[in-house]
């Protein structure tokens, strides 16, 4: 029982130290020209970064977040994990040295998604990839569980276990006849 004991402060000590600071979230986008996987990092509804990987009409790298290049992009770099999961103004990264802004646009009661991209050039007014950009047909997004949770999930199955082999270690079968008796 004292293990048992020791094995909770050491979980309840590392919970304490490992407290949530941010929010980490894997997410995939399926878009007509591009797909993108990766992981952002938010600290409220404010995306802090991003990495992952672009591929389709261009296969790069995930640099980083991107400030506003021109007057096009208006991003917010807002992040919201239920629908929709970007605002209006969108979440604007770089890659392969060009930028790209996830962006919704109400039509009607529902959202359409965008990925937009200057790697065609910075015409926003002719480039269909530039505005309104690649339709988002498909993606998810799913959180990542904190270390803090991993560790107690990890001491509470080495309770279980130390529990049930101190139960188990108690019992014994008597010789010959099959039968359980306590030791």
């Given at each position: 029982m004292r293990l048992l004991n020791f094995l909770?402060?050491?979980?309840?000590?590392?919970?304490?130290t490992c407290s949530a600071q941010a929010s980490?979230?894997?997410?995939?986008?399926?878009?007509?020209?591009?797909?993108?996987?990766?992981?952002?990092t938010t600290n409220g509804n404010l995306v802090t970064s991003i990495s992952g990987q672009v591929t389709g009409l261009l296969n790069a790298s995930i640099t980083g977040l991107g400030d506003q290049p021109n007057?096009?992009?208006t991003s917010d770099n807002v992040f919201n994990p239920s629908v929709p999961y970007v605002s209006n103004d969108g979440v604007l990264f770089s890659a392969g040295g060009f930028f790209f802004n996830v962006y919704s646009v109400a039509n009607g009661p529902t959202f359409q998604y965008y990925i937009s991209t200057n790697q065609f050039g910075n015409d926003y007014f002719t480039n269909p990839l530039f505005n309104p950009g690649s339709l988002i047909v498909g993606g998810t997004i799913a959180a990542v569980p904190e270390l803090s949770t991993w560790i107690m999930m990890l001491v509470g199955f080495a309770g279980?276990?130390?529990?049930?082999?101190?139960?188990?270690?108690?019992?014994?079968?008597?010789?010959?006849?099959?039968?359980?008796?306590?030791?």
């Open positions: 909770a402060g050491i979980a309840a000590l590392i919970g304490a980490v979230y894997n997410f995939t986008i399926d878009s007509v020209d591009y797909d993108v996987v990766g992981q952002i007057i096009f992009y279980i276990s130390l529990v049930g082999s101190a139960r188990a270690a108690k019992w014994r079968l008597l010789p010959g006849l099959g039968q359980r008796m306590k030791a």
